[in-house]
Each structure stands twice: as C-alpha cells, then as structure tokens.
C-alpha cells in the first residue's frame, strides 16, 4: 500500500476530498519527523511508539572484500508496533490462512 493508497482509503471513509486528505496526511508525517528530529517520543495508543535510538559503534564486515569496517555510532529512528496492533494482524493473518 502506498501513500496515494492511504489517501484514498481515508478520503473514501471520511468524505474529504483527496486533496484535504492528502495534506492531513503529510501534515501528519511531517510531524512525526520533526518531533524525531528533536528526539521526541511519540505514542499512538492502540497503534506504535516512534522513538529515536542510539546505535553504538560497532565492526562490520564488507561482503565483496571480507574486509572489516567501522560503522560509527548513530541515531535511528524506530517504530514499535503495540501489542494490540500485533495481535490484531496475527489474528487477521491466522483466520486467512485457514481458510
């Protein structure tokens, strides 16, 4: 699915024209990325948590050469779905594959 896609979907169910939509959409990604910037941490109950990460330093190896390489340390941003969502898909999921 992608962005079009959600836009679609969300202008479908709420009456809103594509274009309102799709600027509540981007509203709302913009959001999200500035408070990761600023290392905020954003919970969407029923949904996730976003939160930035820190990576330490660490060795890695390129494939090609079989050389060892410094990856420097770094933040990340990352997204933990709640545990409400996993089951919900896991559910979902199951009920498929036993059709």
Known sequence: MTKADI????ASSTG???VETEA???????TVIDAMKRGEH????????????KRAERVARNP???EEVIVPEQYVP?????KDFKEAVNESIMEDEGE
């Open 64 to 66: 090609k050469t079989n």
């Open 24 to 30: 509540v959409v981007n509203g709302f990604m913009e």
């Open 7 to 10: 836009v679609d979907v969300i």
């Open 16 to 18: 809103l024209t594509k």
């Open 42 to 53: 954003i919970e969407l109950r029923g949904f996730g948590t976003f939160k930035v990460v």
């Open 78 to 82: 990352v997204l933990k779905m709640s």
